[in-house]
């Protein structure tokens, strides 16, 4: 039979009968590394790009996404010994937001050209003022273009027991001071001033947590806690 001569004839002449060109093989593979190299520098400069714009978040992110899409590369490499720092900046940035977000800022017009700015922040926790249940209590500082600054707890049921005037307990970060209080004798709102809102503003604007202890007629003495971190000084300008 001739058939199997020619066959084995016709694949002495075919490259896939011999097996794969080792040298194709070894430019294909260096050309996929090169490509995964590429891929891996240009998510590099994502990640440098975001720390350049202190984007914490963001660059932990493509630093995290570079380490297991291309464990192995040398943008990895570069990236990994700095990826510990990153994260630790992403964490506090999400913290902060989170702070900055429990104020609120208020700016209302007053008369003719007049404006009221006011900085608020809801207690972290309610606090039963009344005996009935608990409710939030709110720190508030106010700067008003007639009656100036000043600074004052509002409670949502009780009273304040600070007519005549009281001695405050304020805790920043875990620093004791005493400070002035006093409840003005009007019904439009269950509010006590603190009367030293400088001082009282100073402690806002370096602490992380406040707190402040104060009397009421029905249950006594109540403790309202603040997360003030998040306070922005420069939404009440005059005050700083």
């Known amino acids: 039979m001739k058939i199997l001569p020619l066959v084995v004839a016709l694949c002495l002449l075919l490259p896939a009968c011999k097996g794969e060109d080792p040298e194709a093989a070894a430019r294909a593979a260096a050309a996929q590394a090169e490509a995964k190299e590429q891929a891996a520098v240009a998510m590099e400069k994502q990640f440098e790009d975001a720390v350049a714009a202190q984007n914490w978040r963001l660059a932990k992110g493509y630093g995290e996404v570079l380490q297991i899409d291309h464990p192995t590369s040398q943008a990895a490499a570069r990236v990994k010994p700095r990826l510990e720092d990153i994260r630790a900046k992403a964490e506090a940035e999400v913290l902060q937001q989170r702070l900055a977000a429990l104020w609120s800022y208020g700016d209302e017009p007053v008369g ?41 707890l509002v409670l949502e049921a009780g009273d304040f027991d600070c007519y005549g005037g009281c001695r ?7 620093k004791t001071h005493t400070l002035p209080g006093s409840r ?27 707190s402040i202890e104060f009397p009421t007629k029905a249950v006594g003495r109540r403790t309202a806690e603040f997360e003030v971190g998040g306070l922005a000084p420069a939404k009440l300008p005059k005050w700083n």
């Open 168 to 174: 405050l307990k304020v805790v920043a970060d875990g």
């Open 184 to 210: 003005p004798k009007t019904d439009e709102a269950i509010a006590m001033f603190i009367e030293d809102h400088k001082a009282l503003w100073k402690l806002a604007k370096s602490a992380g947590h406040l």
């Open 112 to 152: 003719k050209d007049g404006h009221q700015l006011s900085a608020s922040i809801y207690s972290q926790e309610p606090v039963d003022t009344d005996g009935g249940g608990a409710h939030p209590v709110r720190l508030i500082f106010r700067d008003h273009p007639e009656w100036g600054r000043s600074a004052y």
